[in-house]
């Protein structure tokens, strides 16, 4: 055959099996095949053997009674909600040691980078030792020093250490002090913080419009900051000056009424925020030293201070090349919050654990921790992604 | 949207293929034999249960079990691979095949006998869940722990009796939870929790064995109330009732032997006993050996090689050992405690 068509050379009549486009598709569908059957028979065989082993499965676990006391939880719970409702006050757990750890990383992790590119060599210097020591020691480590810490260093309950007037109170069992009642003007309050906020951000559009135009100055962020204060306290005024307060009280063997923060929260906080921040002052100053030495010179030539400088001419450009690499330190903070383990905080994890136990349907359970950290991750990722399009660099 | 669902899918890949690996194991007994070794999942570290010296030995009530289980197998106690587990990890560990059977203070409730797919097979200790506090607090009865702080292992009977007792008594509690007992430990110390909860046979141990220096097991107090039944034994999976059951007979091997004097030390003389009944405990008259599968000898190479339960009470738990454990409930039936073996015939 191969012989007949030399001569000719006529269109070619390429044997299906040699056809590139039948080809790939037969690869294709191969695979898929194999895949597709290899995932149905681990699922089939899976199934087949929980069913032998007589272990029960299905989602129905999560309507039933929990039976467990949580520690920490920022809605109500008790032994007697449901396994849904436990596994509900995890989440919010990890969500706000991840929220908080965020913000404040993101703070410290700034002024460090920035401390270490300072012309004062002590602060330069301060700032690189915290960078080396704080990332090339295991986080697990350094939660486990700050738990020790705040659980050995303060002394019990009954000789806690007494602050403004007997009002808070800080021992083993965590800070706790005075808050307000719930009283139905707090949302009223809330919404005039929202309003604040919003009033804030138009009053800082409209000044640097003006500035634009005009080049007069308006001092817009201490004007906004005094709205986002002033605003909730009028409604608080309005709303009748509600001033009842929950005040900790040491009643048998703890402090009852207040807010606490307990020392599993700080340690967890503290060590995640410290050990990240490391990480996230590196790329700062990667970022800032990734732009020319140009900008730094023409901005103190048209006689902006250095403040001003970082604030106006370097930051905005140096954004293009921290925020893709922040994006897996936000990740990863929410990850290493799984780490509370270790330490008591009931984060996640702990709930999940504590349900596959009582449960024992291991399956069904890190399928619903998996989907729910996937769920916070790809949220942040998309966060990011939308965010390091906006800044970036917009050709006119 | 398509990452989510192609990620997850891998995930529910990985997740299936770990339990996939134990449909392979067959029949637990012939993995067993052909691997020449039993695998069994104790403790991370209860004195008197189980735990490692520094040579790495295991000893222990919970390992005796083990080593029992060993020599009615194989004639030879000392063919046991330990691995240690935490509460949390145990039964994952069992149900996906890791370990052979768990022996580490586990307790025997409807759910873990049920729907975990496990079977228990018998109570090698007899224990219930107490409190202990540090005597400057003066408490003098669990009643009293209102609003205290409490330390507790998660995934325990413990954590859910102790959930249970303040909901029924109307008190608040606030738990601590750390999954290694070590920690957990030191946080009580530490005076991060008021209270230490978990099995009273524990709490002892751990008075007895734990205590940080300059603090003295004389600091703490052990409340009279114990609040739950904790029937402790050895745990096997479902789908192999033959291996099931010889982990049952070796532990009632061990309580028979006790019942009819028969100990490490006099065996041999027992071989020439006229008593029919210990004729056949000890295969001198065949029979029991083949019922269970096992070599007509079992018992001899049990009693011989770990001893009888007394035996093991005593080294491990009472006089003979730190603890100095009363054996209360766990005294044999005749002497008014529930240590009772079905008859071996």
Redesign the interface.
């Known amino acids: 055959m191969a012989v007949d068509t030399i001569g000719s050379l006529p269109q070619t009549r390429v044997a299906p099996w040699n056809n590139p486009v039948i080809r790939g598709w037969v690869f294709q569908i191969v695979v898929v095949g194999l895949v597709g059957g290899l995932a149905w028979y681990l699922v089939s065989n899976t199934m087949a053997n929980l069913e032998k082993a007589k272990i029960a499965t299905g989602f129905d676990f999560l309507g039933r009674e929990a039976g467990f006391e949580i520690g920490d939880t920022m809605i109500e719970y008790s032994p007697a909600s449901t396994y849904a409702r436990a596994i509900w006050v995890g989440i919010l757990n990890t969500l706000r040691v991840a929220v908080i750890g965020i913000i404040l990383t993101t703070i410290l992790g700034t002024l460090i980078g920035i401390g270490r590119l300072s012309p004062n060599w002590l602060l330069a210097k301060i700032c690189e030792w915290y960078v080396e020591i704080f990332r090339n020691v295991p986080l697990l480590l350094w939660l486990f020093l700050f738990y020790k810490l705040v659980s050995e260093a303060f002394p019990g309950p009954r000789q806690a250490i007494r602050m403004l007037g007997d009002s808070v109170f800080l021992s083993n069992r965590g800070l706790y002090f005075p808050i307000p009642v719930a009283d139905p003007v707090h949302k009223w309050i809330g919404a005039g913080f929202l309003l604040g906020i919003v009033g804030a951000w138009a009053l800082h559009r409209w000044a640097k419009a003006r500035q634009a135009a005009t080049g007069q100055q308006f001092p817009s962020i201490l004007a906004g900051l005094g709205l986002i204060i002033v605003v909730p306290f009028l409604v608080w005024l309005i709303g009748g000056a509600p001033a009842k307060m929950s005040w900790p009280e040491l009643k048998g063997f703890n402090f009852q009424g207040g807010l606490v923060i307990q020392p599993e929260f700080t340690a967890l906080l503290v060590g995640l925020t410290l050990y990240t921040a490391a990480f996230v002052a590196e790329i700062v100053r990667s970022g800032i030293l990734a732009l020319h030495k140009g900008q730094s010179e023409a901005a103190a030539a048209i006689g902006l201070s250095r403040g001003q400088a970082m604030r106006l001419v370097l930051l905005p450009q140096a954004l293009r090349v921290i925020v893709p690499p922040m994006t897996s330190v936000f990740l990863n903070i929410t990850k290493n919050s799984s780490l509370a383990i270790a330490i008591g905080y009931p984060d996640l994890v702990a709930s999940i654990n504590v349900t596959i136990n009582q449960t024992g349907q291991a399956i069904e359970n890190i399928l619903i921790i998996m989907a729910a950290y996937l769920t916070v991750s790809l949220s942040i990722s998309a966060f990011m992604n939308w965010y390091n399009k906006q800044i970036a660099m917009k050709e006119r | 949207m398509r990452?989510?669902t192609s990620?997850?899918?891998a995930?529910?890949?990985a997740?299936?293929?770990g339990?996939?690996g134990?449909?392979h194991a067959g029949k637990d007994l012939d993995a067993i034999k052909a691997r020449g070794q039993l695998i069994c999942g104790v403790s991370t570290g209860t004195a008197g249960f189980s735990l490692a010296d520094s040579k790495g030995v295991w000893t222990g009530m919970d390992v005796d079990v083990c080593r029992a289980v060993a020599a009615a197998i194989f004639g030879d106690a000392s063919k046991v691979k330990y691995v240690p587990t935490t509460?949390?990890q145990r039964?994952?560990a069992l149900?996906s095949g890791e370990v052979d059977m768990l022996s580490r203070t586990t307790t025997w409730t409807l759910?873990?006998d049920?729907?975990?797919?496990f079977d228990f097979t018998g109570v090698s200790y007899y224990d219930g869940q107490g409190f202990m506090v540090n005597k400057k607090?003066g408490v003098k009865s669990a009643k009293e722990?209102?609003?205290?702080?409490i330390c507790v292992s998660?995934?325990?009977t413990t954590?859910?009796n102790?959930?249970?007792y303040?909901?029924a008594n109307k008190m608040q509690?606030?738990?601590?939870?750390?999954?290694?007992a070590d920690?957990?430990r030191a946080?009580f110390f530490?005076?991060?929790c008021?209270v230490y909860t978990t099995d009273a046979s524990s709490l002892y141990s751990v008075r007895a064995a734990n205590v940080p220096a300059p603090l003295t097991a004389a600091d703490f107090v052990i409340l009279p109330e114990i609040i739950s039944k904790e029937p402790l034994g050895p745990v096997v999976?479902?789908?192999d009732n033959q291996f099931g059951d010889i982990v049952r007979w070796a532990l009632y091997a061990m309580v028979e032997a006790e019942e009819y004097g028969i100990t490490s030390a006099n065996v041999e003389q027992m071989l020439k006993s006229e008593d029919p009944t210990i004729k056949r405990i000890l295969g001198v008259t065949p029979g029991m050996g083949k019922a269970l599968g096992v070599d007509e000898k079992w018992v001899v190479n049990i009693v011989k090689q770990v001893g009888n339960y007394g035996e093991a009470f005593d080294r491990n738990l009472g006089a003979g050992s730190p603890l100095k454990i009363e054996r209360g409930l766990n005294q044999l039936w005749t002497k008014g405690g529930l240590q009772y073996s079905p008859p071996i015939r």
């Open positions: 990452t989510i990620l997850a899918g995930a529910a890949l997740v299936t293929i339990a996939a134990a449909a509460a949390q039964f994952t149900q759910t873990r049920t729907a975990l797919g607090l722990l209102n609003g205290a702080t998660p995934g325990t954590e859910l102790l959930a249970d303040f909901r509690f606030k738990p601590v939870v750390i999954e290694k920690e957990i946080a530490t005076g991060r008021d999976r479902h789908g």
